[in-house]
């Protein structure tokens, strides 16, 4: 699987998932759900870990962290939905396994609000 082709790049791309659709949270992540297109584009994942999570090192870790664990979701997603995890202090002190249990729920959730609002069914 070839990262390229599922990243966000773009800050308008980054805002119109944050601002335009579910929203789900836990202790140490927040993850924003939306369909950008209705295409068969594959799904696309951005990532936003802040200077306030740590240095460059510290940063880089936990976007490799998330981009694994977000990895095996990307196949159930439906095309053209876009992802954007939110970082928040003291995801870099929190286990692996407890990480991908709060995104998993996180992501989870915020499937099921997109789908109440009928979004998730085009």
Known sequence: MYWSSHRLRTGDEFRAVTRGGARSARSHVVVHLTLLTQGEEAPRVGFVVSKR?????????????????????????????????????????????????????????ASRKLARRGEGRR
């Open 53 to 109: 999570i740590g240095n460059a090192v510290v940063r880089n870790r936990v976007t490799r962290r998330l981009r694994e664990i977000v990895r095996p979701h990307l196949e159930t997603l439906p095309p053209g939905s876009a992802i954007v995890l939110r970082a928040l202090p003291g995801i870099d002190e929190q286990p692996f396994a407890e990480l991908r249990a709060d995104v998993d729920s996180a992501l989870g959730s």
